[in-house]
């Protein structure tokens, strides 16, 4: 059964609207949780009823293999939610939080990448399975970094302390522009072999450039659409130039081999900042919020449909399955120590709230990103592992750490009233 693009986005746009509101009607779960959830039950259901013959699994199917889910999040919707985030923290809030931030997007990150790798290797051979080390690392890069779609839905819901709350969604928003450039330079070792494999100092090369080129085009970006919107005072022409920014700014990252997330969140902070204060009018700022947070909304509900539906695609062994369950512990204990260590050191001249560990640890999500990271390997039965594995451990971490993340925190005495939430976001 063959569906044309529109046909395919039609169907996904009813298809949420659909679960929000039986979300929204019964359920009252997160949004971007009750969604998830609907999505994977309709499709044990209608595997269900394949077995049955009472509905044609088949063709199915074959529509959501025509869905390139990588394609979609990480060259279409990513920039627009990274931006639609961004735009609404409070960019001096998070410049106070900026070296415990920066420390755990890099350094917690590939701290988080080593560990995972190393237990992963580990852990395969006790279940007769194996897989080079470099394709173990790579793993552990695509599942490392916290997930900024998730986390920025799932907190809304969760009332943590403001200073805790910064270091989470800014974590989450530059985490996953360096785990990309992390993976893409881990998957040139892995994907390659002797005389083609890239040497060292050319991977090193390329971090630099994908990294720091992405930090310096998001400045400029934020400036060049800060000055236009400070010249001019039409709402329609102004959320133009914001969503031109996104489109426009994405695709030159990727002609100049930058990494188009990290630029896009600079950006997003810039204007978010400068332009949202000082060169927008009360009007103007009015439409360009309800813009992107409608377009947000829309956005995340397409893609944790598509999460949930993802499992008819997938080749779920017993074997994978409990490499899954295993790796969920293991992706714990890497986040654990990838937060304690680097906190522990920064503790020596900061101080941070009580149980700061145990709420950064439960509250770092993993999401869409590295579902789309696992789903962009080659072709082949570490493919089909990783993926299944990735699978496993992104509907734990959004489901019942989603779930979990506001209860832990009243139960910790950190949840705070709804008013003390407010000043992370303008």
């Not at 009750?34 to 199915?60: D, K, P, Q, T």
């Not at 993993?366 to 990735?390: C, F, K, N």
């Not at 209860?407 to 939430?421: H, Q, Y």
């Amino acid at each position: 059964m063959y569906l044309s693009l529109y046909n395919v986005l039609a169907l996904l746009l009813v298809v949420a609207a659909l679960f929000g509101y039986v979300n929204h009607r019964f359920l009252r779960l997160p949004s971007t949780i009750g969604l998830m959830v609907l999505a994977l039950v309709s499709s044990v259901g209608l595997v269900v009823l394949g077995r049955f013959e009472i509905v044609n699994v088949s063709n199915i199917i074959n529509a959501i293999k025509q869905i390139d889910f990588q394609t979609i999040l990480m060259q279409v919707m990513l920039s627009f939610l990274l931006f639609a985030g961004a735009i609404h923290v409070d960019a001096q809030k998070l410049g106070q939080q900026r070296v415990p931030v920066f420390t755990m997007a890099t350094v917690g990150m590939l701290l988080s990448t080593c560990l995972v790798g190393s237990m992963l290797y580990w852990l395969l051979p006790q279940f007769g399975l194996s897989l080079p080390f470099m394709w173990c690392l790579l793993f552990g890069s695509l599942i490392s970094p916290t997930d900024p779609i998730a986390v920025l839905g799932i907190l809304k819901e969760a009332r943590i302390p403001k200073q805790l709350e910064i270091s989470i969604v800014g974590e989450s928003l530059f985490n996953d522009g360096v785990a990309v450039v992390v993976f893409v330079s881990l998957a040139q070792f892995a994907t390659t072999t002797g005389e083609a494999a890239p040497e060292g100092h050319n991977i090193g090369t390329l971090f630099l450039q994908e990294a720091v080129g992405g930090l310096v085009l998001g400045a400029v970006l934020g400036y060049v659409g800060y000055r236009m919107l400070r010249s001019i005072d039409n709402y329609q022409v102004e959320v133009l130039i914001t969503l031109a920014l996104v489109t426009g700014g994405t695709a030159l990252a990727t002609a100049l081999h930058t990494s188009g997330p990290l630029a896009i969140v600079v950006a997003g902070l810039i204007i978010g900042q400068q332009g949202r204060q000082l060169g927008m009018s009360d009007t103007t700022r009015e439409y360009v919020d309800k813009f992107w947070e409608m377009l947000d909304e829309i956005l995340n509900a397409i893609l944790f449909v598509l999460i949930g539906f993802e499992i008819l695609v997938l080749r779920f062994e017993t074997v994978y399955l409990l490499v899954g369950l295993c790796t969920i512990v293991i992706v714990l204990l890497a986040r654990l120590i990838a937060v304690a260590l680097p906190l522990r050191l920064l503790n020596l001249r900061r101080s941070f709230p009580q149980h700061a560990v145990k709420v950064l640890t439960w509250g770092g999500l993993r999401g869409g990103i590295s579902v789309a990271l696992a789903l962009s390997l080659p072709d082949g039965e570490a493919r089909e592992l990783l993926v299944a594995v990735t699978y496993v451990v992104v509907v734990f971490s959004i489901i019942v750490q989603g779930l979990s993340i506001g209860p832990l925190v009243k139960r910790l005495g950190l949840s705070v009233a709804p008013s003390e939430t407010e000043p992370l976001q303008h």
